[in-house]
């Protein structure tokens, strides 16, 4: 993707700028208080006289959402980031209108000195390769005119025009493009399967097309941020599959959580329905088709097709035995074709560019790229797309830029709570469908969690199980009770009253819930225990056989000590002890009375010099 | 919300004691006659495999009929059979099973002896009927005056909504009348609106849309987003994603808690602070994260909450 070659003219107004700020919009930087920057932007650069030649445009989600809020600087690509109100006057005066870029808010690597000025040098972007996200931080996503500026509904236009549904679907069965939601169906079969579904009466001939946006996994976030920067290219997918299937109905079911991207959405839907890309006659083609949004109310289980639609209907959302599937009877008994946001949004570019380009990209059998959410312990969090194939080594490291405060990577957890975390011995490991799955992993909706030395695999075993039992909706035996039991040994464990015999019963009640489950949820939940199991059983063989817990996180096997060492006696644990626990002299050690502390971590947290210790 | 009333421990020695007992069963001299107690599906399966491996069964049960629950159940999970194309077969094979003894309007009022060799005293309660004489015509059933009592509407509650509620729900209502699926949009708005779903509210919302009460009811317990009690006037959300898990989402919790003297899910006196725990909001870039009513803080630590929480305390 070239990013230079943006067109320096405002589409609404024809006016040509010298320079485009484009300031990230999305929920991380928002909440940073990316507005109130634009605002501050605009007020200075009306002061130095600037309005008519320098435009601020609010972007969708930029990616580096650890730095927020950010802005980049067309034409020339200045990446600035961690922008706060009082650096603005200075920022303008200096680089808008002296041209002398700002050093001091460019991105400083950690452990380097000198810091990387434009955007695309920076690792973090450099490597990877957007398809999904090719409009992210390049359009105003709430501004038709500036998707269609970028190819947008080029696609459609030539779907309608020049090619009928079944070319349509053999283009993307071509392509090898497989569902992102996570299970990995190719969806070109999909969509033939919904095609060639009967109606189910002659008066009843609808058939419908939902966009799955309910996206639970927590700690993923891919979803909202397609949404939320590029909502039309969401939009545009949907019309063209809805075009291949037949489908004059199409539903956005999207979690009441998001309200950035549901607003959006709203937006997007209104201004295609003006241009007369949704509705009643298509490009003059006869082509019928409409779409309405649907809030989720908070249940995870909704992210599970058959229960989503149950909910779309009103009915309590459980899952439903499959056969029949969606595509012969799904929403309101009608053939339905369900796909997830990241799989609409890369279908225009199948078409505009081929399926032979899309297929040329990733391995023998996942082909194309992923869209990942880069969280948890590592130095840059934020959304990367990078190509199937890529390996975990090149994603953490070269991408992510390794882990903060030098501490040592343990695993990465992918798939949400139907994943599994992945040791270090795996980082060389290239990421697709099927080598997921053969280290007990699963794809996902494309959550990485990466985890450090202070995260305890067995916490993290105990804290999915938690979410999958609080979401389990209750309808199979093997769900409900199996994860209250499974939940019930971890607890014991973790509170050091594991005994032998545990580890196999876990393995044994795992391998039993997940051969007796009805929908994906209960058959997966067991796999954070089970893929825990298979690569750090000595870490549960510590908390059982010693009673420790090595990383330091199950509170019932932990006692915080001041290292008097380390220790320069500054009060500052003291000042902040919740339970008053901690005791000392300015200038002495302090010690922790154990009887009072409550292993809040508090001191942990504030201490500056590592002097609290965990053991 | 479901617990099994069940322990791990429990099992653990229910299953040694039955390997315990084994043994010993096999030393024993065994009488050729069996007792099922109960005679549901369960209990009839039982009765006919054991009566098809040659030993005589008394089939017991409390009602005055078998087949239990599945006999009223349309069909079964998982696989969607027909609940009575399964029962009734087996219902007639029991009935003509000549090994078979069915005892109904019975209780069992004691066991004696060891496994393979007991006895059980069983009381029969009366049928009042000669049951060598009953032909079952099913005549005295249909007439009679107990069973058939004409079925009359229960009187209906009366609503206790003020005029001004009622106003405000009407007007959701009416938004979505005579559309589909529209439950739970209207129970969205009722909940943006009162920021909980009140009692009177939701029965009101049943009978004008024609929903029984316990599917809404149902609905607004089975979604998080949904509570039926009064929040307070800040909402305070705390993500509990994975990523704000392992970056100490959870001692954030616990320091709201302390600071507010609250636990999740409950309300300050006050009324002024609802503490409420949520499964990812999708900024895990600035993991741990909280959001107070539509105000979101990234990267919040222990230290910082007292002050974030005086910040609202001075506004009210």
């Given at each position: 993707m070239n990013n230079q070659n943006i067109q320096p003219i405002n589409e609404q107004t024809g006016k040509h700028y010298r320079m485009h700020l484009m300031l990230c919009a999305g929920t991380g930087c928002v909440s940073n208080k990316s507005f109130k920057i634009k605002e501050v932007l605009e007020k200075e650069l009306k002061k130095q006289n600037l309005q008519d030649e320098v435009l601020v445009v609010m972007t969708g989600c930029n990616g580096f959402c650890a730095l927020g809020p950010v802005m980049v600087v067309k034409p020339d690509g200045f990446f600035y980031q961690q922008l706060q109100e009082d650096d603005i006057p200075h920022l303008v005066e200096e680089h808008f209108l002296k041209g002398r870029p700002v050093k001091k808010l460019m991105y400083t690597p950690p452990e380097e000195k000198e810091p990387i000025p434009k955007m695309m040098e920076i690792g973090f972007f450099a490597r990877q390769r957007l398809i999904a996200l090719k409009n992210r931080g390049l359009i105003d996503p709430e501004n038709i005119d500036e998707y269609i500026a970028r190819d947008g509904y080029k696609a459609l236009a030539k779907v309608l025009t020049k090619m009928a549904p079944l070319e349509v679907i053999e283009e993307v069965k071509k392509s090898g493009l497989r569902g992102r939601?996570?299970?990995?169906?190719?969806t070109g079969l999909k969509w033939e399967l919904c095609r060639k579904a009967k109606p189910k009466s002659k008066k009843q001939n609808t058939k419908y097309i939902i966009c799955n946006a309910d996206e639970g996994d927590p700690g993923a976030f891919m979803d909202r941020s397609i949404i939320e920067s590029d909502p039309h290219g969401v939009l545009e997918g949907m019309i063209i599959g809805a075009y291949a299937i037949g489908a004059n109905n199409g539903y956005i079911y999207i979690r009441a959580e998001y309200p950035l991207a549901m607003e959006r959405l709203e937006l997007a839907i209104k201004q295609a329905e003006d241009y007369g890309l949704l509705g009643e006659n298509i490009f003059d083609t006869g082509f019928n088709f409409d779409i309405k949004i649907q809030k989720g109310a908070g249940a995870f289980v909704c992210g599970e097709e058959t229960s989503l639609m149950a909910s779309i209907e009103g009915r309590p959302p459980e899952p439903r035995q499959r056969p029949p599937f969606p595509a012969q009877s799904g929403l309101w008994g009608m053939p339905t074709n369900i796909n997830n946001v990241e799989t609409w949004a890369t279908v225009p570019s199948i078409i505009n560019r081929g399926a032979e380009w899309f297929a040329s990209i990733g391995t023998e059998k996942s082909k194309g790229t992923k869209v990942f959410s880069?969280?948890?312990?590592?130095?840059?969090?934020g959304l990367v797309e990078v190509p199937m194939g890529t390996t975990l080594r090149e994603i953490i490291y070269?991408?992510?830029?390794?882990?903060?405060?030098?501490k040592e990577f343990k695993a990465v957890q992918t798939g949400g709570p139907s994943g599994g975390c992945i040791p270090k011995e795996m980082l060389d490991l290239p990421i697709d469908y099927e080598r997921l799955a053969e280290v007990g992993s699963i794809m996902g909706s494309g959550g990485m969690i990466v985890l450090d030395e202070d995260s305890c695999m067995v916490d993290i075993a105990k804290y999915f199980l938690q979410f999958t039992n609080d979401e389990s909706c209750g309808k199979c035996n093997s769900c409900r009770e199996g994860s209250e039991a499974l939940l019930e040994i971890l607890d014991k464990i973790s509170n050091g009253k594991g005994e032998e015999g545990d580890i196999e019963f876990l393995e044994e009640l795992g391998q039993a819930i997940k051969d007796a489950s009805l929908c994906g949820l209960g058959q997966t939940l067991p796999n954070p225990v089970l893929s825990t199991l298979r690569h750090f059983r000595d870490e549960y063989e510590q908390h059982i056989k010693h009673k420790k817990c090595p990383a330091g996180v199950c509170k019932a096997l932990v006692q915080y000590f001041v290292d008097e060492e380390k220790c320069t006696g500054c009060m500052l644990c003291a000042k902040n002890c919740p339970q008053d626990a901690i005791t000392g002299k300015r200038k002495e050690p302090h010690t922790i009375d154990q009887d009072k502390c409550?292993?809040?971590?508090m001191c942990y947290e504030v201490c500056k010099f590592n002097a609290i210790q965990r053991k | 919300m479901r617990n099994a009333g069940y322990s791990m421990e429990k099992i653990k020695k229910q299953r040694e004691n039955i390997m315990n007992h084994e043994s010993d069963i096999m030393n024993q001299k065994k009488v050729g006659a069996a007792m099922v107690v109960g005679g549901g599906i369960g209990g009839m399966q039982a009765a006919l495999d054991l009566a098809e491996s040659g030993i005589k069964v008394y089939l017991v049960e409390?009602?005055?009929?078998?087949?239990?629950v599945m006999s009223q159940l349309d069909k079964t999970f998982p696989?969607?059979?027909c609940a009575m194309c399964t029962m009734a077969p087996r219902l007639v094979e029991i009935g003509r099973h000549k090994d078979i003894e069915i005892i109904t309007l019975a209780d069992v009022e004691d066991i004696e002896g060891q496994p393979g060799n007991f006895t059980v005293t069983l009381k029969k309660r009366p049928r009042y009927v000669d049951e060598e004489k009953c032909t079952g015509c099913a005549l005295c059933v249909n007439n009679c005056p107990v069973r058939n009592i004409i079925y009359t509407e229960p009187e209906k509650e009366e609503l206790k909504l003020s005029d001004e509620d009622l106003q405000r729900v009407r007007v959701i209502i009416n938004n979505y009348k005579n559309k589909k699926g529209t439950l739970v949009p209207v129970l969205q708005d009722i909940s943006s609106q009162y920021r909980y779903l009140p009692a009177e509210v939701l029965r009101y919302v049943a009978d004008e849309l024609g929903y029984p009460l316990s599917q809404v009811y149902r609905l607004a317990t089975f979604y998080n987003a949904f509570s039926l009690e009064p929040r307070g006037k800040y909402l305070i959300s705390i993500c509990l994603g994975t990523a704000c898990h392992v970056k100490g989402g959870p001692s954030i919790v616990e320091a709201l808690g302390r600071e507010l003297g609250i636990k999740p899910g409950e309300t300050t006196e006050d009324m002024n602070f609802t503490l409420e725990t949520v499964r990812c909001i999708g900024c895990c870039g600035l993991s741990p994260v909280m959001k107070i009513n539509e105000d979101l803080y990234g990267k919040v630590t222990q230290k910082k909450v007292p002050g974030i929480i005086n910040e609202y305390r001075t506004k009210t």
């Open positions: 939601g996570g299970a990995g169906f190719p880069l969280v948890g312990k590592i130095n840059n969090t070269d991408i992510g830029g390794g882990i903060p405060d030098g409550i292993k809040c971590n | 409390t009602k005055p009929c078998i087949g239990g696989t969607n059979d």
